[in-house]
């Protein structure tokens, strides 16, 4: 049984290894590898010796991705905007201690005190 594990585990690395060897067919790409290889040969290498200073200058070329500042996930209308600044609640509840954030009165004690009160008269 031991062995059969074994030889199982064997081909399975096998076949993974054989799977992950998988070739790119450069044609289908999108991009242009005859411009790519002729801008580098044309890049603006150079170099220059003066003593012991030695300085390369090397431009590359390319375009960045454009950058998008607010998607459609963002809901700016309504709501507060993640990792914006905090609210007046927000800063309220972390500057004032646990104990002191009750309401100013229990308004079920008032009403159950003016009950008692108006059912003795």
């Known amino acids: 049984m031991r062995a059969f594990f074994i030889g ?14 998988t070739s790119v067919d450069v044609k289908r790409l999108p991009i242009d590898l005859t411009k790519i290889t002729r801008d580098l040969r044309q890049s603006a290498a150079t170099e220059s010796h003066n003593g012991l200073r030695i300085r390369y ?26 990792f914006g600044a905090p609210s007046h609640r ?27 009160k108006a059912n003795k008269k």
């Open 8 to 21: 199982l585990l064997v081909f399975g690395a096998a076949h993974a290894a054989s799977a992950q060897q």
């Open 57 to 82: 200058s090397i431009a590359v070329y390319g375009t960045a991705p454009q950058i998008e500042l607010f998607t459609k996930q963002d809901n700016l209308a309504n709501g507060p905007v993640p």
């Open 90 to 116: 927000d800063m309220i509840e972390h500057v004032t201690p646990i104990e002191y954030r009750a309401p100013y009165a229990d308004i079920g004690n008032l009403i159950r005190w003016l009950s008692d």
